[in-house]
Nanobody
Framework: QVQLVESGGGLVQAGGSLRLSCAAS????????MGWYRQAPGKQRELVAI???????RYGDDVKGRATISRDNAKNTVTLQMNSLKPEDTGVYYC?????????WGQGTQVTVPS
């Protein structure tokens, strides 16, 4: 089993910044990718950013230029830094990990950017 524990989030004013962190633990033998998705009320879950092992980092179109994702392979952690937050960034942010073809999700952390 793999556990993902997220931290960060909360209420952030428009134009502000946030930093989300996720730590993976458990039966992790190899990580294919780690990243972040988000889900706004009434919308589908969408990619924020993801780092594949040995691949190219990808960002969602809505956050390009405002988000930076980083990964610490030794600690099995992934961090998301987002700047210039907008009300449209409001949602639940989920940490994601893929290992040996299986995907794992964190419980999610709420980010609210009031309009």
């Amino acid at each position: 089993q793999v556990q993902l524990v997220e931290s960060g989030g909360g209420l952030v004013q428009a134009g502000g910044s946030l930093r989300l962190s996720c730590a993976a633990s458990g039966s992790i033998f190899s990580i294919n990718s780690m990243g972040w998705y988000r889900q706004a009320p009434g919308k589908q879950r969408e990619l924020v950013a993801i780092i594949p092992s040995g691949g190219t980092t990808r960002y969602g179109d809505d956050v390009k230029g405002r988000a930076t994702i980083s990964r610490d392979n030794a600690k099995n952690t992934v961090t998301l830094q987002m700047n210039s937050l907008k009300p449209e960034d409001t949602g639940v942010y989920y940490c994601y990990l893929m290992s040996r073809g299986s995907g794992y999700w964190g419980q999610g952390t709420q980010v609210t950017v009031p309009s």
